[in-house]
């Protein structure tokens, strides 16, 4: 009589001891990429940098938390996140591992969502394969490894898609409600989510009003769409109180962005079957097998419908995409991140499917068939080169994709460090002038101005003061003969810029009186 | 109705009185609370004049952690609930199963004051249940001094199982009480309670059966969920039927799942008519004697479950008497509240650690909810109208974080909870007033005031709630 009970109990310490073995292996290789992306190539995303840059300012800069000090250009749910965990960046050896130690904690999480919902699901074991795809998957790797807001926003739409089918299978209101939840965070991570949570709200208005009638839908997309908007609301409402204009945000995310007509709708379609194929080259067919089967249908139809929204969003935005700065992949970050959560949903939804044998013979050869061709297809593009920005061996050593290379920024943080032991307190402009301030583990005594001039104006420069500013000056720019910066006009009379060092972009003034003898300059590292 | 005089000292009503002098609310305050409380106010006015600010800081501080543990603990219990189904369910087979042969005998309390009106209603809606006659009685308890109901009773035409029994005219004049004079008149395996206005669904009896026999011997009570037939009679109405559907189907539940003691509803509560009558009944000074019978059944080791049955009742659409109700409701949380922490390291230790969290949650925390949600709302107010740095001195930078998620998170999980009661019942198009329910607290803040001025000044006045007001055409 004892023995059943014991039999589960050791299954599940199992289970359990399985799922802290991967999360642990998941961490290390995350930190183990991205240790090596940061000190053998140098390498940052400033999205994921950015978010730790303001918790750094929240945690170490202020004497007062102050929710303004979470930056309002960026969408506020990472920097929120990094908040609660930058506090361990200061045990850390660099910060700019950082994002890559709360990238690395996000990717356990999804990895281990992965099995979760794959045991959920039926798959068994196998679901552990599903969890390994997800982690080993370049593109998230790479996110990840950088800490870049997007593994953030691929976790989130994990729990959303698997939510939602669930939703679509028994309509239950709890997971109508955690859908609601894990959307209202990928919307305060990336604001384009919009246009899934519009698909979602259709698709649940549709399916209530089939089952309820009108009141049914009114009161399902009421209890759907109030924590999101909610959210957005409260978001407003802080921009209003601390910036003072609700938009903040919205201005500063797109005001240089001109919206124009829909000139690219072929353009926009191919761009997102090509992303399809290769973030997620195995959704075709899974969607193709699920909505053959009305009982699969009613699980897969929201998910996929999500993909759809993100998909729309990129041709109804079109233009906008194209006038944004970035490559496509920068663009389309939010169908990346669709595709590849919704899309691994709606896979391990039809291969447990499969490998329950609820499916035909004949269905089974179509699936096979366009699985194939879906790889083939994907194998194509990458060798054409409109595939993954890094192979998978690359990003594993290091050589993350999504990133940029943070020598120069690096470098000026180690010239800065010498004007701090000065006791200097300087003020740096310019973007990613966070980075810099951040390099040196000193925020607390750098003053960072996102814009150049319109702020540096106004601000009380005295004689001795250090001012950062980012400009191209090329190899050995302030060396050459003739070299005049601009920024003396700026100043008041009395005082004017002299130039201490420099490196590829960035260049370390002292402020002086207008008769000041001009400063050494250090040489550039070689 | 009032609480002059003393009261009588073998009355088998007040057998909680005489037995449990400790666990009835007829001294609402004891010598030691009184001490202890007056002790605290001396503090408390102290630091306030010789630190004003601090005292404050630190007031504000204590009050924001605890409405931010109380929001989280309330979404706790009922994301359980929504989690998995917590209560108990007797399916139609197991119902059907039942023999009557079997079937324990039972009474059904009906406690009638002034209910002349609906008492055709009720015996019809009573003669509907589901349970032999010669197995169940129904008990009508009427007032002595309630000439109208009495005659109406003598009146109607009373099936035989119905019997009617007088209640003498002496204080306290409560509802408890004329229920310890049924409970007293009751020898049946189960008992059960009803207001005038109740419907339970017919085989409300029936499954309460099926519910205790697939329940643990230590379980006393099954309490069936409460809910009303004139929801869209009104705003007021819509409003308390979110309320009652979150807090039947959704915190309750989630109460009982996480082991901690029930408040019970104040009708369709079915016992074990040996372990009431062991526990001396209902405190008839207590006037939510249900509230306070939940948290002794569990002091002294009996547990409440709850099954998947409905009693229809009729919600209060009238803002003056919803008004009244709500202050006795207030009064008797409070008097539930200080009751029991006469001596709060026994009750810990009767309760054990979850358990007393939640009843500091649940008794003491619903009421301190109502009573700080004004003062907050008016701070913001005040501080977004005027920016007065008295106001922003009171919030130093981390009791301004926890501040502003009480105000954004908070508020909008209990406005939530409204929309996923309304939700789990299927009332969709009552969601969206849910969404103004905040409007529906400040009614709530206003009676939680009235009650706190009532236990002050009349602690064991019953405020009747009428009833028999609804539509007709929106009865079910």
């Keep these: ?526 | 109705m009032t609480e002059e005089g003393s009261p009588p000292d073998h009355d088998p009503a007040l057998r909680v009185l005489h037995e449990r002098p400790e666990e009835c609310a007829y001294r609402s305050l004891t010598r030691r609370q009184q001490v202890v409380l007056a002790g605290l106010a001396i503090i408390l006015i102290t630091a306030l004049v010789w630190r004003p600010i601090s005292a404050l800081v630190v007031l504000n501080a204590i009050l924001i952690v605890f409405y931010l543990v109380h929001s989280t603990y309330k979404f706790y219990l009922v994301w359980l609930s929504l989690d998995q189904p917590l209560i108990v369910e007797a399916s139609p087979e197991e119902v059907a199963a039942l023999r009557d042969e079997d079937l324990p005998s039972y009474t059904i309390l009906v406690p009638l004051y002034r209910e002349a009106r609906v008492l055709p209603a009720l015996v019809e809606g009573l003669a509907r249940l589901d349970y032999p006659a010669d197995r169940m009685q129904v008990i009508l308890l009427l007032e002595e001094d309630d000439a109208e109901t009495r005659q109406a009773c003598e009146q109607t035409d009373l099936p035989a199982n119905f019997r009617s029994l007088v209640v003498p005219h002496s204080q306290p004049k409560t509802k408890p009480k004329a229920c310890n004079y049924g409970l007293e008149a009751s020898d049946s395996d189960l008992i059960v309670i009803y207001d005038a206005e109740d419907r339970p669904e017919p085989d409300q009896l029936k499954k309460a059966v099926v519910t205790f026999a697939k329940a643990s011997p230590q379980t006393a009570c099954v309490q069936a969920k409460l809910n009303y037939y004139n929801q869209r009679q009104n705003l007021l109405t819509r409003w308390f039927t979110a309320e009652y559907s979150v807090w039947f189907d959704l915190f309750l539940p989630g109460l009982t799942a996480s082991g901690a003691p029930i408040p019970l509803g104040g009708t369709s509560n079915h016992f074990r008519t040996p372990v009431l009558k062991e526990l001396g009944g209902w405190d008839p000074f207590n006037v939510t004697e249900d509230c306070d019978l939940g948290v002794r059944l569990h002091k002294h080791g009996f547990r409440t479950i709850m099954t998947d049955s409905t009693t229809w009742e009729e919600a209060n659409g009238r803002l003056f008497s919803w008004l009244r109700q709500r202050s006795r409701w207030v009064k008797g949380y409070l008097q539930t509240y200080l009751v029991h922490m006469r001596h709060p390291g026994k009750l810990l230790r009767q309760l054990g650690l979850a358990g007393f969290f939640s009843f500091q949650m649940t008794i003491g925390g619903s009421v301190l909810c109502f009573v700080i949600n004004p003062i907050y709302w008016l701070l913001t107010a005040l501080w977004i109208a005027t920016q007065a740095q008295i106001i922003s001195a009171l919030f130093p930078p981390v009791i301004y974080a926890l501040g502003a998620l009480c105000l954004v998170a908070g508020n909008f999980v209990f406005v939530y909870l409204a929309v996923a009661g309304c939700m789990t019942r299927r009332y969709y198009d009552l969601v969206k007033y849910a969404v103004f329910s905040p409007i529906y607290w400040l009614l709530m803040s206003l009676g939680a005031y009235r009650g706190i001025a009532q236990l002050l000044l009349q602690p064991h006045y019953w405020e009747k709630t009428d009833h028999g007001f609804a539509l007709p055409e929106v009865e079910p």
Excluded at chain 1, 34 to 58: E, I, K, P, Q, S
Excluded at chain 1, 435 to 448: E, H, N, W, Y
Excluded at chain 1, 453 to 476: A, M, N, W, Y
């Design chain 1, 1 to 526: 009589m004892t023995d059943a009970p014991t039999a589960t109990s050791r299954r599940r310490w199992l289970r359990s001891a399985a799922g802290a073995l991967i999360f642990v292996l998941v961490i290390l290789l995350c930190l183990r990429v991205g240790w090596a992306a940061v000190t053998r190539y140098y390498l940052v995303n400033w999205d994921g940098l950015a978010a730790v840059a303001h918790a750094y300012d929240v945690l170490y800069k202020e004497s007062g938390a102050h929710l303004a000090l979470l930056g309002f250009v960026e969408p506020p749910l990472p920097g929120l996140i990094a908040t609660m965990l930058a506090g361990l960046g200061r045990a850390l050896l660099h910060p700019a591992f950082v994002p890559a130690a709360i990238g690395a904690l996000l990717l356990a999480l999804g990895a281990l969502a992965v099995r979760r919902i794959g045991g959920e699901m039926g798959l068994g074991e196998w679901s552990l394969l599903f969890a390994v795809v997800l982690v080993l998957d370049p593109i998230v790797l790479s996110y990840a490894a950088g800490g870049a807001p997007a593994v953030l926003l691929i976790l989130l739409l994990l729990g959303g898609a698997y939510s939602l089918s669930r939703w679509g299978e028994h309509q239950r209101f709890r997971d109508l409600l955690a859908v609601s939840l894990y959307l209202a965070g990928a919307l305060m991570t990336r604001y384009e989510v919009m246009f899934v949570v519009a698909a979602v709200a259709a698709y649940t208005a549709y399916r209530s009003a089939r089952e309820n009638g009108a009141q049914g839908a009114e009161g399902t997309v009421i209890a759907f769409l109030l924590p999101i908007v909610y959210v957005a609301a409260a978001w407003i409402g802080v921009c209003w109180v601390i910036e003072g204009d609700p938009w903040f945000f919205w201005r500063n995310t797109f005001s240089e962005v001109p919206f124009g007509p829909l000139r690219y709708p072929l353009t926009a379609i191919g761009e997102v079957l090509r992303m399809l194929l290769i973030c997620s080259p195995l959704l075709l067919p899974a969607a193709y097998h699920a909505l053959r089967d009305p009982g699969l249908r009613a699980r897969a139809a929201g998910p996929l419908l999500m993909i759809c929204g993100s998909g729309a969003a990129v041709i109804i935005l079109g233009p906008l995409h194209a006038s944004l700065p970035g490559d496509a992949w920068t663009q389309l970050t939010t169908l990346v991140a669709v595709s590849i959560a919704a899309g691994l949903v709606v896979v391990m939804m039809a291969a447990a499917h499969l490998a329950q044998r609820r499916a035909t013979h004949r269905q089974r050869a179509v699936v096979v068939v366009l699985a194939v061709a879906a790889l083939l297809a994907n194998l194509w593009l990458v060798r054409a080169g409109y595939g993954r920005p890094d192979d998978p061996a690359a990003v594993l050593s290091g050589k993350i994709s999504f990133a940029d290379d943070a020598s120069d920024e690096m470098l000026a943080a180690r010239y800065l460090c010498a004007d701090l032991d000065a006791g200097a307190e300087p003020v740096i402009a310019g973007w990613p002038g966070f980075a810099v301030a951040l390099f040196t583990r000193q925020v607390d005594r750098i003053t960072v101005l996102p814009t150049v001039l319109s702020r540096l104006e106004d601000r009380q420069l005295r004689p001795g003061d250090i001012v950062v500013l980012k400009e191209r000056t090329g190899p050995g720019g302030l060396a050459r003969p003739g070299y005049k910066h601009k920024w003396d006009d700026r100043l008041p009379p009395s005082l004017r810029l002299e130039p201490r060092w420099c490196t590829q972009q960035w260049i370390g003034y002292e402020v002086v009186e207008g008769d000041g003898q001009r400063a050494r300059i250090r040489p550039r590292r070689p």
